[in-house]
């Protein structure tokens, strides 16, 4: 019992104040048709691997659902894009010892053909019977992403949370996704953690466009 909390605590603050990024580059618009992502924590290395499926119901439209192995987490997303540069995001995720949320809404500007800003504002709220996870915060994210080749994309950003218990935190991310054919794309993305109990983290992620 005691490791079943301990990872869906850690599971939870990923979620829903972002120690690690889920995607190295930060959409808004979507694509129509299914497509399959799985996400690995490997340094440090932790046994929770996440499966994610998305459906592009059109070009504005994105819903999302995923599960979490080992502590059976399941979450569900809602992404809508309202403008060509801006939109709105929903997430819920659920396991057998917290609940969480997340509203977000994301802007992004072409400076140019090879270099893209995103920012995110966001709020996120945990609930639970464990009173230790309960916690809410605000959050705020830049990234700054530039197209090194045709197929690759790298990032390098920030990702800054306060939340309602705790210190507020500011994470550096760095990542770079390429995309070896259409329907194919990978990345890794390296978080430098501001917080002295926590460590420095590597994911990967791939996925599969159908």
Do not use: H, W
Not at 44 to 54: H, K, L, Q, R
Not at 121 to 144: C, H, K, R, V
Request: hydrophobic letters at 40%.
């Amino acid at each position: 019992m005691k490791k079943l909390v301990a990872l869906t605590m850690a599971l939870v603050m990923t979620f829903a104040f972002g120690y690690v990024t889920m995607a190295s580059t930060i959409g808004i618009g979507a694509g129509e048709g299914f497509s399959v992502e799985v996400v690995k924590q490997i340094d440090p290395s932790v046994d929770p691997t996440t499966i994610n499926g998305y459906f592009g119901v059109n070009e504005q439209l994105q819903l999302s659902l995923g599960y979490t192995t080992e502590i059976e987490a399941k979450n569900f997303g809602v992404r809508y894009a309202f403008a060509d540069n801006m939109a709105v995001t929903f997430d819920y995720e659920t396991t057998d010892a917290a609940d969480a949320m997340e509203l977000g809404l994301r802007y992004k500007s072409d400076l140019n053909e090879q270099l893209a800003l995103v920012g995110i504002l966001s709020y996120a709220e945990i609930s639970s019977d464990y009173a230790f996870l309960e916690n809410s915060a605000i959050g705020l994210t830049g990234q700054a992403e530039y197209k090194l080749a045709e197929n690759v994309v790298g990032n390098l950003g920030f990702k800054y949370a306060s939340p309602d218990k705790g210190d507020a935190t500011t994470d550096i991310i760095a990542g770079i996704e390429f995309y070896p054919v259409e329907q194919i794309s990978a990345y890794v993305d390296y978080t430098m953690v501001d917080d002295k109990n926590a460590d420095n983290t590597i994911v990967l992620g791939a996925s599969y466009s159908f």
